[in-house]
């Protein structure tokens, strides 16, 4: 309950910011258009306005101060004005129209979702080959920790317009982005999970004369999990990172990449932001559900967090 | 034909080596530790070529390992240009700002338990969201030369080193700062010579997951408007006029500052937390 207080008194104090924010960074807008309707302003032409700071004018427009977080296509839109935008975009609009962000976000969402069922599921294969077989471990290893280390996102645009160029194009192209991100942290974890009994455990099946399926499915497999979800999520956020970057290069006409570009081609800065909410929504989401199953897998499975 | 039959055999020669070498009793040895992924890779990028070579692959599909090689020594003065462009101007500038910022931010956190408890929760929450989204909103605001990359990284490092270094500062237990109370140390004493240290492997940790995003955040941010220079414009562009050859020595660029980069930190980690159980091994 304490925390819980804690955490909004954040989220305000953020939100407060973020509305003060919207004054300077807007107030040069909203004087070029009082000036054009007509008001009175100090100082009066817009290139005596230019060289001078953004404080300076608020102090000496504070009439201004309120029009700043109503602008139509203001630099930093005010946080209910984003609010607005999410709620006209996924409530109002129809799912079928272009415009529904629940239409973008379903686009970018089944090329997130297929490319992480493909990079987990090969992930944890090849986990289980690196852990039983001791040449694989060693040579493949060392190479799927430092991919960790280089942006292997750039590989990206690449892929899609090798894929565009041999025929394949529409969802598959991002899942595959989507899958080689997820895939490599999976690995990591998947190995580090299933290594992590200790060797009494394993001398223990060992007596048993268990065998090494027998193991694997007893012992290594169970007590992988808590590793396995940490890496889930790490890899699902990558995912959706992946997807909404490999909708950018094509120009892609649908999705929340697509929708992020278009916003900026255009200076539909309140279409970015509700579509930058959109993806973390989206983000958030998806972890909140791995997290959930985590619990319920792994309380029916015994374990106590 | 023949280049295919070549590749295999590469291909079982390599795993056939390796599986002596991985079976062998000098196993563990520091040499055969490396000797082995070496192997690997250059079995990989064997087959690689000869698999391009012997089925004719176009090279708007994928150039061989040799033309990209090429490409990459013919072309080593725009590559550095990009490199200091992006890498150098963009990450590592918008790098050291993020850092920076955090660590400051959670020395200031740290002071209050009531901020600590707010802001931990949101700062594991916005970590996990795809930052790289907010590259068009900062393109537009700095323009489109290296501020906007620099800003676009500051806000992608900027909260896994601070919840990194927030949790850290928690490491200490509770009879360390009691055995500094009864020294009479004052805040900062206590800070600097027991908390910071304790809190440094976590540091690290932060710094070291910072500085991959550091580098997605540079490129991808290119991909929303660039200067006629740098990794993220000359991939786009290259793309687009299909010299993947160009594609793939960026790549490589990005590979090795990438793995150099995370190499200088875990280098000066170990510099600095020598004490710690996991880097005496």
Redesign the interface.
Known sequence: M??LT??????AA?IGLWYAACVPMNIKGVLDAAERAGAEVTPATARERRDMGEFGLVAGNSFAIADTWVQDRP?LPAPHQVAVELWNTTVEKKITSKRSLIYHGQVTLSATLLGFAIGTGLGILLAVGIVHS??M???????AI?S????I???A??II??LY??GVQGLLPKAIISAYLSFFPVVVGMVKGLRSPDHMQLDLLKTYNASTAQGFWKLRLPSSMPYLFASL?IGI?AS??GA??GE??TGAVAG?GAR??A??YY?Q?VQ??S??FA??LL??AL?ALLGVIERVLLGRMGVRS | MIMVVLAVIVWCAG?WV??R???SPQ?QTRL??LL??G???LTILLVWELLVRGLDVSL???PAPSVIAARFAESLPILWADFMQTIVKGALSGYVIGCGAALLTAVAVDRSD??R???L??GN?VA???I???A??L???FGFDWQSKAAVVVVMVFFPVLVNTVAGLRETDQMQRDLMQTYAASYWQSFFKLRLPAALPFIFNGLKIA??LA??GA??AE???SPTVG??FR??TS??Q?A?DM??A??LV??LA??A???GMVLIEKTLTFWHPSQRG
């Not at chain 1, 960790?148 to 942006?151: A, E, H």
């Open positions: 304490k925390s804690a955490i909004l008194t954040v989220v953020i630099r001791k040449v471990d060693m040579s493949v290893m060392p190479w430092v960790q280390t280089i942006p996102i750039a590989l645009p690449m317009v090798v160029s041999i999520k956020a959706l990172v909404i970057v950018l290069p929340l992020l570009l916003g900026s200076g800065t970015i932001w579509a930058l993806a973390a983000a958030a972890v | 795993w390796n599986s070498l991985a079976n196993s055969v530790q082995v992924p192997i690997f890779g708007v599909i994928l009531f901020l408890r707010g802001l929760p949101v929450f996990a969201l795809p790289v989204g907010t068009p909103i393109v537009m605001w500085t991959t580098l997605v490129i991808v991909f929303f408007g990794m993220g991939i786009s793309v687009g299909l993947l594609v793939w960026e790549i990005a590979a990438g793995s980069f995370y190499g």
